[in-house]
């Protein structure tokens, strides 16, 4: 998860970075959100 954080270049809150990892894993799906940021995350999926 630290990782994570890192790459997201000190955009991404700890939540905003596990929320990115369980989808990376398959944990979740597709989640509904207004954060930008995260939204622009490699691989980040949200509903349209």
């Known amino acids: 998860m630290?990782?994570?954080?890192a790459a997201g270049s000190g955009k991404?809150?700890?939540n905003d970075a596990f929320i990115l990892v369980l989808q990376r894993v398959?944990?979740?799906g597709d989640v509904a959100t207004f954060d930008e940021n995260l939204a622009a995350q490699p691989?980040?999926?949200r509903f349209a």
């Open 12 to 14: 991404l809150s700890a």
């Open 26 to 28: 398959g944990v979740l």
């Open 2 to 5: 630290f990782s994570t954080v």
């Open 43 to 45: 691989g980040f999926r």
